[in-house]
């Protein structure tokens, strides 16, 4: 998707992930004027503003004016083999803090980068990079809230917020797990993720939940019944998902038992983990991770100019 | 390897699974003449004969004498994908009994190939194919065993064996799932393979054993413990590898506990295995697959010969 023309963004957010760059242009009231998005992620460009400002300066060229444009990055963007590394900030921690932005550096003069930092927990051993930012555009929409947020994705993470900050959390590989099951192992054969069979996924999940113990068995279990007993592979895949999430869910108890729970996720997440929520009796709420990231970036941006006056 | 010269094999056994083509040249009295290996596996090639009968004579033309020469075969061989399908007998049954052998097809005068089928149980659903052979020549040298015999492997398997029959089984993804997250998935960077930190393993397995739940949180940290402290990459391939092994051993807790175990496994397996057993408290014999799938292969051969003077 190419950037629109006619634009003057008064600042750009920037979501800039392992698989996807997406950008906003921004006006003085924070509201949205135009967005673009690509596919060239972290994962495939050289680390350093070398290989990393090009694809990002080609998407926003259109909305930058003659001045320099203050430019809001979050994700892993800033990690070790991003543009910059923005470093890791210690649980207890405020999801944003004046300190929480590093002045990455850039040559084109139309842009000055700030990169959100992460947070990092040194026992478990723990980190993320982008959450955070989610985090605190949640928090700023709901200030006071105290419970735990759970994020589902490649790599799901549940945090317990207290006090404004980030108490504690846990990150569960589920995302990351399901696709290489469900595109390079023996499972491939016998697997279809299109649609959602409800009643499969809940009965896996549930059985997960009980015996986290089954899980490796449980899989080969998916291959025989097809083998033998020519499963439908769209149930398959519900199995397969629920298996996975009910692992986690187990995993992840003392996070959501009798704690508000604010689940932050769209589409195909949020049916299933709303699903899987339900199934444990957890009330929860449901949150837009794209509207918390946006107001995230906001409230990041809002602290550069906090700054600038002080 | 090429196959020797001079040799006139009396038949010849076979073990061809995903990934590797084994034969041996066998004399009158069952004793190895020669032996051959190829890195065909069933996995690269195409279904039938066709795809088949040529790497297979490649491997053995050079034992085969004027007349026609048995061939007994065993593992993925006589999947569908295979040279010919060789049906599953449901458990529980005899790991080899005298219709345990496929008549499969070939254009070649010189070859009579007969390939083992496997075994399968509906419920759970599971199949094995290969180990039954193994098994069969695990029985023909321990005759009068009762108790479970595991199988480590791509899909590790735990055998309940009672009066010379498979009762009961269940197979894990253990190895094929360590073997997916040590290349392909973000803990690639993370982990080094070589080398054993007997420490570090039993330390996950015993973590893995009392939490199961936490396994797919137990990934992640392995990724973080790196990112933040460093971790060296041996250290966090024995916790991976530990995790894996906790989590199959939670799950095989009601094959194992209080039971004889024959551990049929050399080498990394016999190691890591053999310390899991141990830790748990389970007492077990040690066996050789390669020398078990050859028994087994004789025995098969056996059955053969008693067809034909019947």
């Known amino acids: 998707m190419s950037a629109d023309a006619d634009i003057n963004a008064t600042w750009v957010a920037v979501d800039w992930g392992t698989s996807t760059l997406r950008a906003w242009a921004m006006d003085p009231g924070g509201r949205v004027l135009a967005q673009a998005r690509s596919d060239q ?14 694809v990002l300066l080609d998407l926003i060229a259109p909305w930058l004016g003659q001045g320099c444009t203050p430019v809001v990055a979050c994700g892993m963007v800033g990690s070790r083999q991003g543009w910059a590394e923005a470093g890791y900030r ?17 040559h084109d003069p139309r842009i000055a980068l700030h990169i959100a930092g992460g947070l990092s927990q040194t026992n478990p051993a723990d980190v993320m990079r982008g959450e955070e930012t989610q985090i605190a555009g949640f928090l700023s929409q709901t200030p006071g809230f105290a419970g735990v947020i759970a994020m589902p994705g490649t790599h799901s993470k549940w945090v317990h917020i207290v006090d404004a900050e980030v108490f504690h959390f846990v990150s569960f590989m589920t995302g990351e797990v399901y696709a290489l099951l469900a595109k390079s192992s023996v499972l491939r054969h016998s697997l279809d993720p299109k ?32 083998l033998l007993h020519g499963t439908d592979p769209q149930v ?34 949020a049916k299933r983990y709303g699903a899987a929520l339900t199934e444990v009796g957890a009330a929860f709420t449901l949150h837009d991770p794209d509207a918390c990231v946006l107001d995230g970036l906001r409230a990041a941006y809002l602290t550069l100019q906090t700054a600038k006056v002080a």
Chains 1, 2 share one sequence.
């Open 195 to 226: 649609g959602f069979d409800e009643a499969a996924f809940l009965e896996a999940f549930s059985d997960a939940l009980s015996h986290p113990e089954r899980f490796a068995a449980k899989l080969f279990t998916l291959r025989a019944e097809h």
């Open 236 to 269: 398959a895949a519900a199995r397969l998902s629920g298996a996975l999430l009910g692992l986690e869910v187990a995993g992840a108890k003392p996070y959501w038992l009798g704690q508000p729970i604010a689940l932050m996720a769209a589409g195909t997440h």
């Open 90 to 106: 210690n649980v207890p921690a405020a999801p944003l803090s004046d300190n929480a932005l590093t002045r990455a550096p850039s």
């Open 41 to 54: 992620g972290m994962a495939g460009l050289a680390p350093g503003a070398h290989g990393f400002e090009p």
